[in-house]
């Protein structure tokens, strides 16, 4: 079991440019989450799938950021354009079924300049 | 839609003493709990969860937590700290009965004093 898997671990852009988070999540995991961490507002619920479907997209901050599930074993979450405010650490998590424990990635750290 | 309150951001503990950090949760229903820590440059690791039966849940490093349905909490304890223990320690709430949706309290940082 490898664990989820998301790339990159670090990310530096400059305003303005399109930024692309990617997750792998545990094979069989029927449910993906994206979170995002900073210091002022901990950890923030962006959006979460079950079988590839969003659910939940309230969490999304603006249009400027996407998230899909094309399949069921990758993610992606897109900021465009990208802005300082922006600058966090973003998480994937998968769960195998509602309500079981979440299962992290180690995170991309994006900075915006 | 519930809520999680971590009211302490930072404790600080002497190696071998007593924790307990706090949780309360705001939600009509019982929900499901869970105790996550997070080591610096890391993704979060479960500790322990609680759905139903046993309130006394015991988890992984020597934790357990407790739910109290009146008093809307779900504490972690820990009786003797190690070093290794110094982290960020963050409860979460899903609201169960088929919905995945899980929030985070805002996180209690843990330091270990020698």
């Known amino acids: 079991d490898a664990g989820v898997i998301q790339s990159p671990r670090h990310e530096v852009t400059e305003m303005g440019q399109e930024v692309t988070l990617r997750c792998k999540p545990i094979s069989g995991h029927n449910s993906l989450f994206w979170y995002r961490q900073t210091m002022m507002r901990g950890l923030e619920l962006l959006i979460y799938?079950?079988?590839?479907?969003?659910?939940?997209d309230s969490g999304m901050p603006e249009d400027r950021f996407s998230a899909k599930m094309p399949n069921a074993s990758f993610s992606t979450l897109k900021i465009q354009p990208s802005e300082p405010r922006d600058s966090a650490v973003y998480f994937c998590?998968?769960?195998?079924?509602?309500?079981?424990?979440?299962?992290f990635g180690n995170g991309t750290r994006l900075t915006v300049t | 839609a519930q809520s999680v309150t971590q009211p302490d951001i930072h404790i600080t503990v002497s190696e071998g003493a007593s924790l307990e950090l706090r949780c309360n949760y705001s939600?009509?229903?019982?929900?499901?709990l869970f105790w996550y820590v997070q080591s610096p440059g890391q993704g979060l690791q479960l500790l322990l969860k609680y759905f139903s039966g046993d309130t006394l849940v015991q988890g992984i490093k020597g934790f357990e937590a407790e739910f109290k349905r009146s008093q809307s909490s779900f504490n972690l304890r820990k009786p003797s700290v190690h070093w290794s223990d110094a982290a960020e320690y963050f409860c979460a709430v899903a609201r169960g009965f088929n919905n995945n949706d899980m929030r985070f309290g805002a996180g209690t940082r843990l330091t270990v004093k020698p």
């Open positions: 998590a998968s769960n195998p079924t509602v309500n079981s424990p979440l299962h």
């Open positions: 939600y009509g229903a019982t929900p499901y």
């Open positions: 799938f079950n079988n590839n479907v969003p659910i939940d």
